[in-house]
């Protein structure tokens, strides 16, 4: 199976801040990478597809990129509703794996 | 509106079974695939399952092959995921989703989950 690390695994941060998040993947997963961001009580809202597609509805703050098996979640400029925890995902292969998460909290 | 609703969940003692379901509405349920993820607080989300819209292909993770079945009535818009043998590890939100395939695979869609408790 393809396991997925993220960094770090949680951060705190306060509104306006640039935040970066880090996904790897075990091995080569060809882009077939999502983010996704979840609050507490909610189930998961896909954010990003494909490493770097915007998904519909999603504010422009948020971004993805690649880098070989580093991945990442880029928000410009983090606003209060952002505060939630982020999972990335392989699409790649069966099973689907997913990253444990990272934490953005307020500093 | 646009939804996956899962229903089913419970408390149920371990060596049990329950069936859980998946119902969809606002699209068009007969061509996407569906999946089955579940969360817990110490492992996180784990893939489970999946049945392509056909309902004649199935996949699913080693942890619950040959225990969790999964299967879809599109006449009814509904995904079932059948759990057998449950053990106190199976306890968890269980999640279904449903996957894109345009420009890659994602879940572009989720349910708000129905919650699992295996415990005597």
């Known amino acids: 199976d393809i396991q997925m690390t993220q960094s770090p695994s949680s951060l705190s941060a306060s509104v306006g801040d640039r935040v970066t998040i880090t996904c790897r993947a075990s091995?080569?997963?060809?882009?077939?990478l999502n983010w996704y961001q979840q609050k507490p009580g909610k189930a998961p809202k896909l954010l990003i597809w494909s490493a770097s597609h915007l998904q519909s509805g999603v504010p422009p703050r948020f971004s993805g990129s690649e880098s070989g098996t580093d991945y990442t979640l880029t928000i410009s400029s983090l606003q209060p509703e952002d505060f939630a925890t982020y999972f990335c995902q392989q699409s790649f292969t069966t099973p689907r794996t997913f990253g444990p998460g990272t934490k953005v909290d307020i500093k | 509106e646009v939804q996956l609703v899962e229903s089913g969940g419970g408390l149920i003692q371990p060596g049990g079974s329950l069936r859980l379901s998946c119902a969809a509405s606002g699209f068009t349920f007969s061509t996407t695939w569906v999946h089955w993820v579940r969360q817990t607080p110490g492992k996180g989300l784990v893939w489970l399952s999946r049945?392509?819209?056909?309902?004649?292909?199935?996949t699913y993770a080693d942890s619950v092959k040959g225990r969790f079945t999964i299967s879809r009535d599109n006449a009814k818009n509904t995904v079932y995921l059948q759990l057998n043998s449950l053990r106190a590890e199976d306890t968890a939100l269980y999640y279904c989703?449903?996957?894109?395939?345009?420009?890659?695979?994602?879940?572009?869609?989720w349910g708000r989950g129905t919650r699992v408790t295996v415990s005597s």
């Open positions: 091995q080569y997963i060809g882009g077939f």
């Open positions: 989703a449903r996957e894109a395939s345009l420009g890659g695979w994602y879940f572009d869609l």
């Open positions: 049945v392509n819209p056909q309902g004649d292909s199935t």
